[in-house]
């Protein structure tokens, strides 16, 4: 299973996680929580990137990508471990709706 470091968590794909990141708007600055599943872990070293996605009102689903060592990401939480997870990118959630779609 891929999996990585960060701040000392050690994630997994299938955790539910909390990104937290700054947001610039105008002159102010404030930091913005996305929470949501790691559904895949692409490149290497420091070109790694994370996606994270989420079902939000509606029943719209939500993907943002970040690199992993990107400078606008505060800290990492995770928030709920994986139980079984088969594969190294989730992308089959995106077709699935209602809780079919969170739960892995």
Do not use: C
């Amino acid at each position: 299973m891929i999996s990585m470091k960060h701040q000392d968590t050690e994630l997994h794909i299938g955790d539910t996680i909390r990104v937290h990141t700054t947001v610039i708007e105008g002159a102010k600055t404030r930091i913005q929580v996305f929470e949501g599943i790691l559904i895949a872990l692409n490149g290497r070293g420091e070109n790694k990137m994370m996606t994270v996605r989420k079902v939000s009102a509606g029943g719209i689903g939500v993907e943002r990508m970040w690199p992993v060592d990107s400078k606008s990401i505060v800290k990492i939480e995770l928030k709920k471990k994986a139980i079984h997870v088969r594969r190294s990118k989730l992308y089959y959630l995106r077709e699935l709706t209602g809780k079919r779609a969170v739960r892995v």
